[in-house]
């Protein structure tokens, strides 16, 4: 099973929108509508932003949306603020092993 | 609330064993699967094993099969991860997370740092 696909790094001025891809195969992201997004700062463990493609737990803030087109899928953030600043993943149910996550992007707010 | 806490990492040589603990509260832990996920220093995510809530099934990555086994104590809250033949590359930061199937997980320990090297 090999990792999702995302770009390394994404970056953007405060008040900007910026999009993260997450690119998998019909057997994880394209067959099923279970992908997550997750955002870890440093030292940190990673906490659940998005669920089942576009929504958001309870505590989330708006800022944060998610949807998928095909085998790819996307996490935009919104007005983009410094505590906005970390890595994010992307996760997703497979029929080939139990989970699969995204190779993970550095989000740098300018 | 959800609290998973990780215990029993440390540094070991190649070739030995260790065994980390996740002792889970705050929700009924005999009723939700559960996933060990490992993060390499600098690294990204990667899933390692996942265990059925009663047990009965489990699954691995091909990087640790047959040499990592999942198990859990129900009647005490806690998952366990046996590590036999340990390498190099299995130095990481492991994290015990909610299965919230089939969803990826929900909640995530702060994880237990392993360091392979001689």
């Known amino acids: 099973q090999s990792a999702l696909t995302q770009p390394a790094s994404v970056s953007g001025s405060p008040g900007q929108s910026i999009t993260i891809s997450c690119t998998g195969t019909?057997?994880?992201?394209?067959?099923?509508?279970?992908v997550s997004w997750y955002q870890q700062h440093p030292g940190k463990a990673p906490k659940l932003m998005i669920y089942e493609v576009s929504n958001r737990p309870s505590g989330i803030s708006n800022r944060f949306s998610g949807s998928k087109s095909g085998d790819t899928a996307s996490l935009t953030i919104a007005g983009l603020q410094a505590e906005d600043e970390a890595d994010y993943y992307c996760?997703?149910?497979?029929?080939?092993?139990?989970?699969?996550f995204g190779t993970g992007t550095k989000v740098t707010v300018l | 609330q959800v609290q998973l806490v990780e215990s029993g990492g440390g540094m070991v040589q190649p070739g030995k064993s260790l065994r980390l603990s996740c002792a889970a509260s705050?929700?009924?832990?005999?009723?939700?699967?559960m996933h060990w996920v490992r993060q390499a220093p600098g690294k990204g995510l990667e899933w390692v094993a996942v265990?059925?809530?009663?047990?009965?099934?489990?699954s691995y990555a091909d990087s640790v099969k047959g040499r990592f086994t999942i198990s859990r104590d129900n009647s005490k809250n806690t998952l366990f991860l046996e590590m036999n033949s340990l390498r190099a590359e299995d130095t990481a930061l492991y994290y015990c997370?909610?299965?919230?199937?089939?969803?990826?997980?929900?909640?995530w320990g702060q994880g237990a740092l392993v360091t392979v090297s001689s």
């Open positions: 705050g929700f009924t832990f005999s009723t939700f699967g």
């Open positions: 997370a909610r299965m919230w199937f089939p969803n990826p997980p929900d909640y």
């Open positions: 996760s997703s149910y497979t029929s080939i092993s139990a989970l699969v």
């Open positions: 265990i059925w809530s009663d047990g009965s099934k489990k």
């Open positions: 019909n057997s994880d992201v394209g067959g099923y509508n279970y």
